[in-house]
């Protein structure tokens, strides 16, 4: 089975002094370099997503700011596929899936088999979107929850904490969209 690392919007604006800082963003992005490395090691195919918001009104990723660039502890390296994209699902207008199919057409597998580990921000908006995309395409999804961020949200009044939030999310995609799994244990797998 072909195996890829997918590396969701791990970008300025989610850090601190960002547009849109996240809880965690940190320890996140540590982790995801860590699954990064491994990848690069075995030669394994990585792809990374860019969210670039080019609207009048857009909040954060604005084309030409230093927030929407990627984290320089997750950055692509000359030759890996970069995929920007305009809406929180990775798949949605813009050829992820063809890129990732392509991926696994150089081996002997079918090319339906093709498994996704994915990382990234945010685990309530565009991980989530892209996990419960890529498993309606066929993918097989692993999520490693400590390489994810959420925000903090506000629901009817209520503040509900970033890892709160996090927590939720990871828990509806775990067996029903994805493995959700540590970094650690994918490392020892």
Known sequence: MTRALLIIDIQQDYFAGGRHPLVG?????????????AWRERGEPVVHVQHIWDAPDAAFFRPGTPGVEIHPSVAPLPGEVLVTK???????ETGLDGRLRALAAG?????????????GMMSSMCVDATVRAASDLGYTVTVAHDACAAPDLEFGGALV????????FMAAL?????????????LAG
Not at 86 to 92: A, G, H, M, R, V
Not at 107 to 119: C, G, I, M, Q, S
Not at 161 to 168: E, F, I, M, N, W
Request: charged share 20%; net charge negative.
């Open 25 to 37: 963003p940190e320890e996140a992005a540590a982790q995801a370099s860590r699954l990064l490395s």
């Open 86 to 92: 305009e809406n929180p699902n990775s798949f949605l």
């Open 107 to 119: 081996t002997d597998e079918p090319v339906e088999l093709v498994e996704l580990v994915v990382v």
């Open 161 to 168: 904490p970033g890892a709160q939030v996090h927590a939720a």
């Open 174 to 186: 775990d067996g029903s969209y994805a493995a959700v799994v540590s970094t650690e244990e994918l």
